[in-house]
């Protein structure tokens, strides 16, 4: 006698009375041209959001968002789809920050004018690309375990050098950055950066180049024997990710008017970004911005009611993420038995 509907080698249930019906059909819709389109047309509805009377302070948490999806997909592209779990990320973020600043304010030993913003944004994303491409040669040579602290080292000494170059960085007081308040035009152009930068990661994950990272990630030796040049797409997908993270840093930079070392060169900004991805899905288009999303919404209600244990309950929820949902919300859907969660939900099904 059975308990349930019967099921398949999976675990998923099969018939019309299936309690949680696998949803890899709406999985593999996304993963298309029809995920283009959709993001497109969230990208025209955002744009219209403003014109609907929303408040300035709406903008402001549009912006952040925006900001929140483009950090995630960025670290996605090297720790996701490549496989190498950066967790000095936030170095680019904290490089393009200071860059930012120092153009804008004409900090010492550097050329006057001082720089407009439009000019001292694509630099700081220069710059961030510079700084990947210098520290990539050596640190993406190494693997697992041993590239993530690296790069966890990375974060922690830049952010003593920005601490003791005073004369340049401010040192430990920080820069303080013109104040130019533009809520609708930052909330634009962040919408622009990360329309960009996810339908980028569309495309990547649908070129050579993006299949070229996957294998990398897979059997990097394997990849080497089959002719791909893995140093060199390595590299490439570092200084991208680098790029548009140091760009968002500058943004970031501009819009608050002030930075410190603590404040840019922070762990916890990289956490976040492992837990946006993760939560999403690694290695997928439309993972990070819905574990973006997802994170958001989650720290600003434990802030607000745990404030004292605020980090500790984020510190827990990925570990639980990790336990229960290592595809992340989209894997989940897509095939319930990849996940601890999936086969608790499908067991559920088949015993009621």
Do not use: C
Not at 159 to 170: H, L, Y
Not at 259 to 280: A, C, Y
Request: zero cysteines; proline letters at 5%; charged letters at 10%.
């Amino acid at each position: 006698m059975t308990n349930g509907p019967p099921a398949d080698k999976n675990g998923n249930e099969t018939g019309k009375k299936a309690r949680f019906p696998s949803l890899a059909p709406v999985h593999s819709l996304l993963a298309g041209w029809t995920g283009l389109a959709l993001w497109l047309l969230l990208l025209l509805l955002l744009a219209l959001y403003p014109y609907t009377g929303v408040s300035s302070l709406a903008l402001l948490v549009g912006s952040q968002i925006f900001v929140l999806v483009t950090l995630a997909s960025n670290w996605n592209l090297i720790g996701g789809m490549t496989g190498y779990v950066d967790f000095g990320h936030a170095v680019f973020f904290g490089v393009g920050a200071y860059i930012m600043a120092i153009l804008v304010t004409g900090a010492p030993l550097l050329i006057s004018p001082q720089w407009g913003f439009w000019q001292a944004l694509p630099a700081s994303g220069a710059a961030a690309a510079l700084f990947a491409l210098l520290i990539g040669l050596p640190t993406l040579r190494l693997k697992g375990p041993y590239f993530s602290i690296a790069m966890l080292g990375t974060l922690v000494a830049m952010r003593e050098i920005v601490r003791v170059s005073r004369p340049i960085t401010g040192g430990g007081i920080g820069l303080n950055l013109p104040p130019v308040l533009n809520r609708i035009g930052d909330y634009y152009l962040m919408l622009a950066i990360m329309g960009l930068v996810v339908s980028l990661i569309w495309w990547i994950q649908r070129s050579e180049f993006g299949q070229s990272l996957i294998a990398i990630r897979e059997d990097e030796v394997g990849a080497e024997m089959r002719g791909i040049n893995t140093t060199l797409h390595k590299i490439a997908a570092f200084m991208i990710a680098a790029f548009f993270t140091g760009v968002v840093g500058g943004f970031w930079a501009w819009q608050n008017t002030f930075i410190d070392p603590d404040g840019v060169f922070v762990e916890t900004r990289t956490v976040e970004m492992v837990m946006m991805s993760m939560l999403g899905g690694l290695g997928t288009v439309w993972g990070p911005p819905l574990g973006a999303v997802a994170i958001y919404l989650l720290q600003n209600l434990l802030w607000s009611n745990l404030f004292e244990w605020h980090l500790l309950a984020l510190g827990l929820l990925l570990v639980l993420i990790v336990l229960f949902m290592p595809e992340g919300i989209l894997g989940t859907l897509g095939d319930r038995s990849s996940t601890s969660l999936g086969r608790l939900l499908a067991r559920f099904g088949r015993n009621r």
